[in-house]
């Protein structure tokens, strides 16, 4: 058969709906994957492969409830630090390396109820605090186009599960940069969503009390295509239970068909953060592609703010955020 590991989640789901393939052989085929790759990359460090073959038996053999299914039994992996009922949640803490939660966090059942089949869990560093993956619970997660170089953190076992063909969609979170830096590192999408568009209930460190929305703090999709963290983020934005019937949202659709509908900021370099020419260099050649494209490029329209203001803000918010205990955050 095929390998269908690598194709965008939005291509596996048709192919599911239409029988182009069962829930059971899509699984297998990532179960493979991560069999024969992982020992490298150390990636998927919570393995849930019998009780995922389970669930998609269940689905391929109810193939007349399924219709509104969105996600038709898709194979995907989840950070380690969401609650999943059944899997430890340890956060990379030795402490508490046998902490198993009997919830799920509300992006997981956001999830299941969508019809995403769990195989497993993906590492972090400890407390999710650092821009590489490691901690003492599972060790450390590599880069897959080089294993001597960090795939990013925290949610770098997220990056190379969608790099690695491990997982076909993958849920991260971000504060300060944990979903974009190892996506950036690893060559996959990513998405921060607006802050409180997800409800962070479920993804709070164990022994904790259920957040709700900890500023800055979001969880947001990684995956293979912009169309695949459209997919993903649709299921996973929602209100709160509480904040039901008030709180309503109602994301815009995409208008854009073509580059010719693309009008395009480029910020090459910056005094506060200066970037390697090779960068830069392949930042002004991308946006000579696009406007050859038909894409209106600008390099010259910065946003109107203080950038040195701008991250003294940043930098006191995060401060006033980890104070409030600081054996308890991360992101």
Not at 99 to 111: F, G, I, K, N
Not at 118 to 141: F, R, S, W
Not at 160 to 169: E, K, M, P, R
Not at 180 to 189: L, M, T, W
Request: overall charge negative.
């Amino acid at each position: 058969m095929t390998d269908l590991t690598l194709l965008p989640a939005t291509q596996l789901v048709q192919l599911l709906s239409t029988g182009g393939c069962s829930a059971s052989e899509l699984l297998e085929q990532y179960i493979d994957k991560i069999e024969s790759l992982d020992a490298v990359t150390n990636a998927v460090v919570q393995r849930n492969f019998e009780a995922a073959r389970l669930r998609a038996r269940e689905f391929d053999q109810n193939t007349h409830n399924r219709t509104n299914c969105v996600l038709q039994g898709l194979p995907i992996t989840m950070k380690e630090s969401f609650n999943i009922s059944g899997l430890r949640t340890t956060w990379g803490m030795s402490q508490w390396k046998d902490y198993t939660p009997h919830s799920d966090a509300l992006v997981t059942q956001a999830l299941k109820s969508a019809g995403a089949n769990i195989l497993g869990k993906t590492n972090a560093p400890a407390m999710l605090g650092d821009y590489q993956t490691y901690n003492d619970v599972y060790g450390q997660t590599n880069n897959p186009w080089n294993p001597a170089l960090t795939p990013g953190g925290s949610s770098g076992g997220s990056a190379v599960a969608i790099a690695c063909g491990y997982s076909a969609l993958e849920f991260g979170s971000d504060l300060g940069g944990s979903l974009r830096n190892p996506a950036h590192y690893c060559g996959v999408f990513s998405h921060k969503p607006t802050w409180g568009i997800v409800p962070m209930h479920g993804h709070q460190p164990p022994y904790t009390e259920p957040e709700r929305n900890i500023d800055l703090a979001v969880a947001g999709p990684l995956a293979r295509s912009a169309a695949d963290l459209q997919l993903a983020l649709n299921i996973i934005a929602r209100p709160t239970p509480d904040m039901v019937p008030g709180w309503h949202l109602k994301l815009p659709e995409i208008s854009v068909t073509s580059f010719r509908d693309l009008r395009v900021a480029f910020w090459h370099s910056s005094h506060m953060a200066p970037v390697s020419e090779d960068i830069s260099a392949k930042s002004a050649e991308l946006a000579s592609v696009m406007s050859r494209l038909g894409a209106t490029v600008s390099d010259s329209a910065f946003p109107d703010f203080d950038l040195e203001h701008h991250r003294i803000t940043y930098l006191r918010a995060v401060a006033a955020l980890t104070a409030t205990g600081t054996d308890q955050q991360g992101y």
